[in-house]
């Protein structure tokens, strides 16, 4: 159904030019190191300004690669198909990455969204074996639909930069909070906090030698099996018949606390008889022992997992949420002590063997209230962002296609 104000035509119809990229000979040296910068897949940004290699004049004119102008479209069409940004200084690129060059009739900002919508499309009609590409020829007969009216375009393009300042700027807040957790992990796990609050330090309060490193004198170390009781999901998969017990996986663990498969699979307590599987309790600390490690979280509810986790149920001396922040924290020590075979794995007793640190349990508590006020930032953010890609979505399906119209903003008013 045709939009009133909006035409649609191929690609190669709206824009100047459009190609494809190249490399000098790597042996010269004298090729890089220039002022002109030569963008690789890792350097593509909604604006692209530098890269992390450059280029000399007599590097680019060796090659295939062409200078692009300020404005135009850059976007990775081998291998990693469909990343796009937007020159915001002339730029070279490295091949499988194209340039494109707007006409009069197609703003580059509203493209860059445009071709957003596209990169399922594009990595469909990818060819190739080995490397998977998409040539100017093929991009060229794309059908572009937009609206007419150039304004209209702007508006767009300007609607969708908003939802992204949001989305850059949670972002931004996530990565500071990892930092955060990360450190605040570090700290919880090497030092610890004194019975004032404060973070010890060698230089005010006491430590000894442990098999862990150097550890505060109050500590002790563990095995986890000393302080917890093995659970060891079946051999055999149950089956899922979505009897209301989650059937949990290394790929649904995220947070502190799981209490459903991303998945939504279930199973009845009747299938895991069957099937001699394990019911792990709530309060079951799980743990990933195969593939990767250092992943943990804690039965917020009673589940069944497979045979890639491993249940600990806890005593008196650790909390899970202690166990968990060990766990977490341990993961490339626990790397170098799996099986290395083509998968990596820990049996029962490698599990049982990891080494852990125990504060008293005073300790533990005042460590996770800490962690957890962070973990809840955490989470808030997260959803935040979550909330902002999915109205950016909503809004490309929208204003990218014309069925919502902006044209009521043109005039200063607001869009009922």
């Known amino acids: 159904m045709s939009v009133e104000g909006w035409q649609t035509k191929s690609l190669g119809a709206v824009i100047k030019d459009i190609g494809d990229g190249g490399t000098p000979n790597t042996n010269k040296k004298e090729y890089f190191g220039g002022t002109i910068?030569?963008?690789?897949?890792?350097?593509?940004?909604?604006?692209?300004?530098?890269?992390?290699?450059?280029?000399?004049?007599?590097?680019?004119?060796?090659?295939?690669?062409?200078?692009?102008?300020?404005?135009?479209?850059?976007?990775?069409?081998?291998?990693?198909?469909?990343?796009?940004?937007?020159?915001?200084?002339?730029?070279?690129?490295?091949?499988?990455?194209?340039?494109?060059?707007?006409?009069?009739?197609?703003?580059?900002?509203?493209?860059?969204?445009?071709?957003?919508?596209?990169?399922?499309?594009?990595?469909?009609?990818?060819?190739?074996?080995?490397?998977?590409?998409?040539?100017?020829?093929?991009?060229?007969?794309?059908?572009?639909?937009?609206?007419?009216?150039?304004?209209?375009?702007?508006?767009?393009?300007?609607?969708?930069?908003?939802?992204?300042?949001?989305?850059?700027?949670?972002?931004?807040?996530?990565?500071?909070?990892?930092?955060?957790?990360?450190?605040?992990?570090?700290?919880?796990?090497?030092?610890?906090?004194?019975?004032?609050?404060?973070?010890?330090?060698?230089?005010?309060?006491?430590?000894?030698?442990?098999?862990?490193?150097?550890?505060?004198?109050?500590?002790?170390?563990?095995?986890?099996?000393?302080?917890?009781?093995?659970?060891?999901?079946?051999r055999d998969k149950p089956e899922l018949d979505g009897g209301g017990v989650p059937w949990i996986t290394i790929p649904d663990i995220e947070e502190m606390y799981i209490e459903e498969a991303k998945t939504g699979l279930s199973l009845s307590k009747n299938a895991i008889k069957a099937a001699n599987a394990r019911l792990m309790p709530q309060g079951t600390v799980l743990m990933s022992c195969v593939g990767e490690f250092g992943i943990a979280t804690i039965a917020a509810v009673d589940v069944a997992a497979n045979q890639q986790l491993h249940g600990f149920i806890c005593d008196q001396n650790v909390l899970p949420e202690w166990l968990v922040v060990q766990l977490t924290g341990a993961g490339q020590r626990i790397d170098r002590m799996a099986t290395q075979t083509t998968i990596k794995y820990l049996n029962k007793t490698g599990c049982e063997s990891i080494l852990i640190t125990v504060p008293d349990r005073h300790e533990q508590e005042h460590s996770i209230a800490l962690l957890s006020r962070v973990l809840n930032l955490l989470t808030q953010q997260q959803k935040h962002l979550a909330k902002f890609q999915a109205i950016k979505t909503a809004l490309m399906q929208d204003l990218l296609t014309g069925k919502k119209r902006v044209t009521a903003l043109l005039n200063d008013t607001e869009v009922t």
């Open 37 to 234: 910068p030569w963008i690789v897949i890792q350097d593509i940004r909604k604006e692209i300004s530098s890269s992390k290699t450059t280029l000399a004049p007599i590097g680019l004119d060796s090659c295939s690669a062409k200078l692009w102008p300020t404005g135009s479209v850059i976007l990775s069409t081998g291998a990693t198909i469909g990343e796009v940004g937007i020159a915001k200084v002339p730029v070279s690129t490295k091949q499988g990455i194209h340039g494109i060059v707007c006409g009069e009739e197609l703003l580059s900002s509203f493209l860059y969204y445009k071709l957003q919508t596209l990169r399922d499309f594009l990595n469909a009609n990818a060819q190739g074996s080995t490397i998977r590409e998409i040539r100017a020829t093929f991009l060229r007969t794309i059908p572009i639909s937009f609206p007419t009216a150039l304004p209209e375009q702007t508006k767009i393009a300007e609607i969708l930069s908003t939802v992204d300042r949001a989305i850059e700027q949670t972002e931004a807040i996530i990565a500071k909070q990892q930092r955060i957790k990360t450190g605040l992990m570090q700290d919880l796990l090497t030092r610890g906090i004194d019975e004032h609050g404060n973070l010890r330090s060698e230089e005010t309060h006491e430590f000894k030698d442990s098999p862990l490193g150097r550890i505060p004198v109050e500590w002790e170390v563990a095995t986890a099996g000393e302080v917890s009781k093995s659970l060891v999901p079946g």
